[in-house]
């Protein structure tokens, strides 16, 4: 059997959730710094500071992402395996093909072994995403892995 097709595909935009951690992180850091206690513990000066250095860790990761998981890549399915970004994908390895949203729905793959989707295996069809996602279903099927039609958790 040959290839079934090589799409062009790339990683869902952070930016709703870039904004949404933003926003929650000002917040804290607004109610972190702004409440200040008559008698601090020097144990509760050390867990507000390292929130807000957890929470700067996070913001720079999200931006770090926004910026550099932006490009194309192509995905190309194959009768045993999936070549994603010149990574190789075996079928045994995969657990659940998650399809979230309808209108640019957003893949993700969820290796044996994991809870959540790695944000790397999280793409979107960036063309004949009807076709490819039809292709990877029938891919899907034909190795016996699940395909759900729901809403996924990605690992940060």
Request: aromatic fraction near 10%; glycine fraction near 6%.
């Amino acid at each position: 059997m040959e290839n079934r097709g090589v799409y062009r595909v790339r990683h869902p935009s952070e930016l709703s959730l870039l904004i949404s951690l933003s926003l929650v992180m000002g917040i804290n850091m607004y109610t972190i710094i702004g409440n200040k206690l008559t008698s601090e513990s020097p144990i509760l000066v050390l867990l507000r500071y390292g929130l807000i250095i957890f929470w700067l860790i996070i913001l720079g990761n999200l931006i770090y992402r926004l910026f550099t998981f932006r490009r194309v890549i192509e995905i190309q399915i194959r009768p045993e395996n999936i070549i994603m970004n010149n990574k190789i994908i075996d079928a045994k390895t995969i657990k659940t093909i998650f399809i979230k949203g309808y209108f640019r729905p957003v893949i993700g793959i969820r290796p044996k072994g994991n809870i959540m989707v790695p944000y790397k295996l999280c793409f979107r069809f960036l063309e004949k995403e009807d076709q490819g996602i039809k292709d990877l279903t029938i891919w899907a099927e034909q190795n016996q892995i699940k395909v759900a039609n729901k809403r996924f958790q990605r690992w940060i």
